[in-house]
């Protein structure tokens, strides 16, 4: 194997794990964001939101990239540098993104329920918020502070 297919092969794999340790903490810091904005709702008493995770997700996201990657990784190792082991690895990742994707489509109703009502949970959030913020009482009014005059009479 020659330097230069070895070279490659390190730093596809370095990509894979530095792209993976930035979702690993980027998952971790939006969890730690939910958990304060949790923490905060109990604190003041107010409904707790809904879950979002449901609303914003992609679910063809992963199996898309895994073609894209399995793709890429079986042409390079192929065509590029005709090193069969990089062509099995990228197959690999070929074949996974295909069964994601048929797994997405043959779930597509499940989801679609379960967008429906994360839908109806954040409407039925949203007016529980407005009823709590128009029965919470307004703060007591701050005293005026003491100034010169009002000290010396």
Do not use: C
Not at 67 to 75: A, D, I, P
Not at 126 to 144: D, G, I, Y
């Amino acid at each position: 194997m020659a330097f230069t297919e070895m070279l490659v092969m390190m730093m596809m794999f370095l990509m894979y794990v530095a792209i993976a340790a930035l979702l690993v903490f980027w998952r971790l810091r939006v969890s730690a964001l939910r958990h304060e904005e949790r923490m905060r709702a109990l604190e003041l008493r107010m409904p707790l939101p809904p879950d979002s995770r449901q609303l914003h997700s992609n679910p063809y996201l992963w199996p898309l990239a895994s073609l894209g990657v399995g793709l890429g990784t079986t042409l390079a190792g192929k065509f590029a540098f005709h090193n069969n082991v990089l062509g099995g690895i990228g197959l690999i990742l070929l074949f996974l993104g295909t069964v994601l994707l048929l797994a997405q489509r043959m779930n597509r109703e499940n989801r679609r329920r379960a967008e429906e009502a994360a839908m109806q949970q954040s409407e039925t959030y949203a007016n529980m918020l407005a009823t709590a913020m128009r029965q919470t009482p307004p703060p007591p009014p701050v005293p005026p502070r003491a100034t010169e005059a009002t000290e010396q009479a």
